[in-house]
């Protein structure tokens, strides 16, 4: 049996906006292992985000994701869908996008679940945090017994739900033995006094508590894959610290295979064993912390590393990329390599030359994989344009 | 600018700006609950007594974690905010207690940069306008009459006469003044002998704001020089070069602001804070809303500019290797005081206060090294700034919480006995609980670490609060256990080095 819960191959998710086509997420691949963290890191537009929310399917209009493939390894799932979804299964995986939409949103739980960097827009302010994870774990329980017929209230938690709520008396049909497991979950994430807070609103629960219940209400349904997109963004480095604590501790024991995305290269390294490294909707290198970290091949990942001030060394002066993150309009993409305009080492075929630079190419590592010219090529100084004739060039054509 | 700058003896150590016990409590009517209950409103102690120097031509990183003060700290001594007590001098004068005159000057001389680049500034004026509004409001270009005016004469071939200057009295209202005087390049030639003849003069900078004439008087030429620009466009050229200055282009001046990146805004945010030639900037979270690769060209260019106008920082953050990389000293804020403050890198390679020791601690590198490191971290959370710890602000979470000296216990057990005294006197624990566990039980369960004398004070303690006296409870465990640490607040005023170790280890 192959040791990836999850492949990730040609992932690409578009916005259709009225000033025109974005190209959010472009062609993604990756593999997330058994029991790993994979990091996915990058800056603002790189696509981080929406690579999360289009694994989960929980892409909004005017997003769509317009191609690619999740495969999900669940032996149980495939059987089910051999003969019905021939081309939904492949051995023992089945390709997340391509079974009913049922089946997709049952997968939200035991196998997927999500944490997000703000817990308030997950969590339901009129319902206690208790009672809010027990639902989570009766729904999860619901769902296993019959995987077409659960909705829950917190789910998709808008202001329309908001109103319903606040005139409608909560409607308790959560069991006893649901709520026992909330206050276990909420002791198992570390919130002090369980029992009472269970019982408290989000409102009364500090940033790093609510962390932590998001992080219960995700453990409900016992998931394959935890994906948490900027978990500790919103923290204290302090309160950041205990949540990442938390984070390796669970997906230790409960053997989770987790996908962290975050701007903060510092997480990435103390989190993650692989990291693929964002830019303008490409992974644009992948490859082992070390690999990624202590021999960068991508320009952008250099760059990226030379930018961090480092706290134990004051270095007298960053080196920082030049320029701003690039336009991801369709309109305003052209064929050239997208970080050829901030790039220090770009050469004339990087601007012409499509094919060299699309496909990711193995470094002379398998496994590190890198979407540029100079995957497999050394680098010559005097092929780098100047500002001014990559200008040309780029205007030529 | 118009005005050089005073000139100011530079010794290093020399206090530009000095704020003493400076305090700023908000008084919001309390919490709900508070006006609900008429419970006497408990002010939010945001700002409580905080005491540093910032040195002329030095940065001075003000870092902590939210709430703790720093923001608070910037705005009220720059008197954006209105102080509870305390003072703040800037060069010497009390800013709280400034005339109308002193006090347009102070707003010249100290400015801000904030955060958020785009909702600090206007979207409905162009960038050009917005870095020029402040010299408008304070009336500038004004000409300064300390400063002399003066020609840079070339005479071209040709030209076979003397050649008299007379340049302006008001010239440094266009050109800035180096070492009190203003000088502007002129050039004086012979016409072609096709055109009208005679002479002619050109002024060879700043040309669309000034103008020369030649004037034949007998043998001899005169030239003239005037400022022909109106204050508008003097301003304008100025907010262009500003923009230049900071990375921007000086042809971007009638743009709007929504037509530029974060980046880009925080650039326009820095050239509006300089447009008054300030010597102090206060520089709160300026890079924390940008992505790394643009906060690393912004934080450049500070260094630069600072470099180039002799400006002093007290740059305001919460990211730790920022702070490292830009600052000189660092001051720690804590819940609304200063924990400790001292030099950079003896406050990053030896820090001496707990919690420097535990911020530290708890950052992640961006190295391989930092792979599966677990972090000793901080319990809890921060204490509310409404009803801060007694002594000590940081007991309620510091792991060296000092024992009182006659009781022998482990560190970490009175860690835990601290944090069991603090349950039973906020009424936390549940009697019920307690007794059906068995006293003796619960305290084996939450305060493994002790024995003898000190379980048997813990137990007593907890069959009072089986019993429901949370009263006796409290006071039978702070008898025993009472340490200097909630007692007594550590000394934070600056030592003679202007250094802050405010704790108890290190009396
Ligand atoms: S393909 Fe060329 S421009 Fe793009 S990152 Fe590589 S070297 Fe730079
Ligand atoms: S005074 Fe006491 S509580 Fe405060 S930092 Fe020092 S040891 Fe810790």
């Not at chain 2, 102070?106 to 402040?134: C, H, K, N, W």
């Not at chain 2, 005479?155 to 007379?166: A, F």
């Not at chain 2, 022998?408 to 005294?421: C, K, S, W």
Request: hydrophobic share 35%; net charge negative; with cysteine.
């Amino acid at each position: 049996m192959s040791d990836e819960i999850l492949k990730v191959r040609d992932l690409t998710t578009r916005f259709f906006t009225e000033e025109g086509q974005v190209n959010a997420v472009e062609h993604v691949d990756f593999d997330v292992r058994d029991g790993e963290v994979f990091g996915i890191v990058g800056e603002s537009g790189s696509g981080k985000s929406v690579t999360a929310l289009s694994l989960i399917d929980l892409v909004e209009t005017p997003g769509r994701i317009v191609e690619g493939e999740v495969w999900y390894r669940d032996a149980d799932l495939a059987e089910e869908h051999r003969d019905s979804h021939p081309d939904a299964v492949d051995g023992d995986y089945v390709d997340v996008r391509q079974l009913p939409e049922a089946t997709r949103r049952w997968l939200r739980g035991p196998a997927f679940a999500t944490i997000f960097q703000d817990p308030m827009s997950s969590l339901n302010p009129s319902i206690t945090v208790g009672e809010q994870i027990a639902e989570a774990v009766e729904v999860q329980r619901r769902a296993r017994a019959n995987p077409r017929r659960t909705r829950s209230r917190t789910q998709g938690y808008g202001l329309g739900r908001l109103l319903v709520d606040s005139v409608l008396p909560s409607q308790g049909y959560v069991s006893d033995e649901s709520q026992e497991r909330a206050v276990e979950l909420l002791e198992r994430v570390g919130i002090p006094d369980p029992e009472q807070r269970a019982d408290e609103y989000p409102h009364e629960f500090s940033g790093g508590m609510l962390q932590r219940a998001m992080v219960a209400q995700a453990l409900a349904g016992e998931p394959d894959v935890l994906i948490a997109d900027e978990p500790t963004t919103a923290l204290d480095v302090t309160i950041q610290a205990q949540i990442l604590n938390l984070l390796t501790e669970l997906q230790e024991e409960e053997d989770m295979s987790v996908v962290l995305i975050t701007h903060n290269l510092g997480v990435i390294a103390r989190m993650c064993q692989r990291v693929g490294v964002m830019y303008a909707g490409e992974v644009v290198e992948r490859g082992s912390l070390e690999d990624v970290f202590e021999n960068p091949v991508h320009p952008y990942t250099e760059g990226l590393l030379g930018s961090i001030p480092d706290v134990e060394d004051p270095a007298p002066r960053l080196s920082p990329i030049e320029g701003n993150v690039p336009s991801l309009l369709d309109a305003e993409m052209g064929d050239e390599c997208y970080f050829a305009d901030r790039c220090p080492k770009a050469m004339e075929s990087c601007l012409t030359d499509i094919e060299e630079h699309e496909a990711p190419a193995a470094t002379d590592d398998t496994d590190h994989l890198v979407r540029c010219i100079l995957a497999d090529r050394e680098y010559d100084e005097s092929e780098a344009l100047g500002s001014a004739a990559k200008q040309e060039v780029i205007s030529d054509d | 600018m118009t005005e050089a700058a005073p000139e100011r003896e530079s010794t290093g150590d020399d206090a530009l700006v000095e704020v003493r016990n400076l305090r700023k409590y908000y008084d919001d009517g309390g919490g709900l609950l508070d006006r609900v209950l008429g419970r006497e409103a408990t002010s939010v102690k945001a700002v409580d007594g905080v005491s540093f120097d910032v040195r002329e031509g030095e940065t001075l990183g003000l870092v902590g974690e939210s709430g703790c003060g720093k923001s608070t700290t910037g705005e009220t001594l720059l008197r954006l905010r209105e102080a509870t007590d305390g003072t703040v001098a800037f060069d010497g004068e009390n800013v709280f207690d400034l005339d109308d005159e002193s006090m347009s000057s102070f707003r010249r001389r100290a400015q801000i940069v904030f955060q958020d680049p785009f909702s600090s500034l206007d979207p409905r004026m162009t960038v050009g306008a917005i870095v020029a509004e402040g010299m408008r409001i304070h009336g500038l270009p004004k000409s300064d009459p300390t400063v002399a005016t003066a020609a840079e004469l070339t005479v071209e071939d040709g030209v076979d006469r003397t050649v008299e200057v007379s340049v302006a009295d008001d010239l440094d209202r266009v050109v800035e003044a180096e070492e009190g005087v203003a000088r502007v390049p002129v050039s004086v030639r012979k016409r072609e002998a096709d055109e009208e003849g005679g002479y002619e003069a050109t002024v060879d900078s700043h040309a669309d704001l000034l103008d020369a004439t030649v004037e034949e008087r007998e043998a001899d030429l005169h030239v003239e020089v005037t400022v022909t620009g109106s204050d508008g466009a003097i301003r304008k050229k100025r907010a262009g070069d500003l923009l230049e200055r900071v990375g921007l282009s000086a042809d971007q001046v009638d743009r709007y602001p929504h037509e530029y990146s974060g980046g880009q805004r925080q650039r326009v945010g820095i050239a509006r804070a300089l447009a008054l030639d300030p010597e102090f900037i206060v520089l709160d979270e300026p890079v924390s809303a940008l992505d790394v690769s643009v906060q690393a060209q912004v934080l450049n260019l500070l260094d630069d500019l600072q470099d180039d106008f002799g400006l002093t920082y007290l740059f305001i953050a919460h990211d730790l290797s920022v702070v490292r990389h830009i600052c000189d000293r660092v001051a720690v804020m804590y819940l609304g005081k200063v924990a400790e403050l001292g030099p950079t890198d003896q406050i990053f390679e030896n820090p001496d206060h707990p919690y420097t020791e535990a911020l530290l601690e708890s950052v992640p590198r961006a190295e391989v090294g930092e792979q599966g490191r677990r972090v000793s971290t901080l319990a809890g959370d921060v204490p509310s700034p409404r009803n801060p710890p007694s002594g000590c602000r940081f007991r309620t979470r510091c792991p060296k919480v000092i024992p009182p000296e006659d009781v022998e216990i482990d560190q970490d057990a009175f860690r835990e006995v601290m944090n069991l005294r603090e349950e039973v006197e906020a009424g936390n624990l549940d009697p019920d609980e307690v007794r059906e566990t068995e006293p003796a039980a619960y305290r084996k369960e939450a305060v493994p670490g002790i024995a003898g004398e000190n379980a048997g004070v813990v137990d007593e303690a907890l069959e009072a609060v089986a019993d429901g006296d949370f009263e006796t409870a409290a006071e039978t465990l702070r008898d025993r256990f009472e340490t200097v640490c909630e007692t007594t607040p550590p000394d934070d005023a600056p030592d003679a080095d202007g250094e802050v170790v405010a704790c108890h280890l290190h009396d």
